[in-house]
């Protein structure tokens, strides 16, 4: 009999700063390590761990939340760290954009995420690699391109680590599918963990409505959109459904997309992703951005997806005192972001101005719901253990319970941040 450590250094009760260890004292596999940010926005590490014991660090998908505080491991050591080619790239540009906005918070610098690209092992998809004792593989998690889940086997255990997960398809991603695969320990993400999404395809058809409506009646439509992921998905749906509009795509989503289509095997559809970049127009300074907000029935999908920035910004003061105009919220809003308060109250601020556009929430998560989750986790098997993170304290203590009936409930642990599960093996 052995023991396995799952130590939880972020992600712990709490949606983002997804930070986990996996292995034995002195010697961890360590799957992602990002950040989350507070009521003030400023960025929030994970707990710390010693470069030194870390024999590897494996970064699942690009998002800040998952890779944001990578680059503090590369300030003194150098370790592996493992990711798909896509990921390293949207990396780059992700970490850049946050060291610009918030490097006065970071302990760390450009030159330590340069050290970390430097150390970098490209892998993809079913490929083995080797840490001393580890065997490490990545799944595909249809999440956003080149997700990954993560399949680390200790020589006594399999554990398999979800990251961020999708089971459903989109037009940017496959989903993700577990069945075959064998594992002691899931630790898996409960982001949607109490909630069912609607039909992926009634969410398109009303949101392609609801656009057609407004376009029709000679009014604007913003549609504020996460740059990586979600922004690409809504392009290429309105390609799709709606070739003839007028859409535009502005703030990062450029530089992001044009990273996506350079690598066709991550892409679903990527014919019609491709086609959808380049028919459609990016918007490169504030000259156009005034231009076509004078125009009418113009669509514009910009960053930020929560307006917590970019030139969503700009268009959402222009737009927002006409109620010929829509703004189409397609991302996750977290609680305190100005997307979230428009939500609740109508208005950007609190006491704000009531904005007369009409404004829409569209359920495009690219999280698996409850049922997905559930489908995942009964996918394994051997499964003996299942550790819940990355879920709301309430979201988790609704899912663990779903969990329990698969593996009893003395088996599912919804530890904190700084918890370690040790597991005899
Ligand atoms: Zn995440
Ligand atoms: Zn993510």
Redesign the pocket.
């Known amino acids: 009999m052995s023991r396995l450590e799952v130590k939880v250094l972020g992600g712990g009760r709490e949606v983002?700063r997804?930070a986990v260890a996996v292995g034995r004292p002195g010697s961890y596999v360590l799957l992602d390590y990002g950040v989350n940010f507070n009521e003030r926005d400023e960025p929030q590490l994970p707990m710390h761990i010693r470069p030194t014991d870390v024999e590897a660090l494996i970064l699942t998908h690009a998002?800040l939340?998952?890779i944001g505080a990578a680059p503090l491991l590369f300030t003194t050591s150098r370790l592996p760290a493992v990711m798909t080619p896509v990921t390293a790239e949207l990396s780059e540009v992700m970490i850049k954009d946050f060291l610009k906005l918030s490097g006065y918070y970071l302990p760390f610098e450009e030159v330590d995420l340069s050290v970390m690209l430097d150390n970098t092992i490209y892998t993809d998809y079913g490929r083995k690699l080797y840490f001393n004792s580890y065997v490490v593989e990545l799944i595909n998690a249809g999440h956003i391109p080149g997700s990954s889940m993560v399949l680390v086997d200790t020589g006594d255990a399999r554990v398999l680590y979800t990251g961020?997960v999708n089971t459903v398809d989109t037009r940017l991603v496959k989903g993700a599918d577990l069945s075959g695969v064998k594992a002691d320990v899931l630790v898996i993400e409960g982001t949607y963990g109490n909630s069912i999404h609607p039909p992926r395809g009634e969410t398109e058809k009303e949101f392609v409505e609801r656009v057609e409506e407004v376009i029709r009646s000679g009014g604007n439509v913003l549609i504020p959109a996460f740059s990586l992921g979600r922004s690409q998905e809504i392009l290429a749906l309105l390609y799709e459904k709606l070739p003839e509009a007028d859409v535009y795509y502005d703030g990062m989503i450029r530089v992001i997309s044009s990273i996506i289509v350079s690598h066709p095997e991550h892409l679903n559809r990527y014919g019609l992703v491709a086609k959808a970049l380049s028919e459609f127009k990016a918007v490169r300074n504030s000259g156009e951005r005034r231009r076509i907000v004078k125009r009418e029935g113009q669509v514009i999908v910009s960053s930020a997806g929560m307006l917590k920035g970019g030139p969503a910004q700009y268009y959402i003061k222009k737009l927002a005192n006409n109620p010929k105009n829509a703004i189409y919220l397609v991302s996750y809003q977290a609680p305190g972001t100005p997307g979230r308060t428009m939500l609740e109250t109508g208005t950007l601020t609190q006491g704000g101005e009531l904005i007369k556009a009409r404004v829409m929430w569209f359920d495009f998560s690219s999280h698996a719901g409850m049922d997905g989750l559930l489908k995942l986790a009964r996918q394994v098997t051997g499964l003996k253990k299942i550790v819940l993170i990355?879920s709301g304290e309430d979201v988790g203590m609704e899912f663990r319970k779903r969990l329990a009936e698969l593996v009893g409930n003395e088996n599912v642990f919804f530890p904190l941040n700084g918890e370690t599960i040790s597991i005899e093996v």
């Open positions: 983002g997804a998002h939340d998952h961020d990355h």
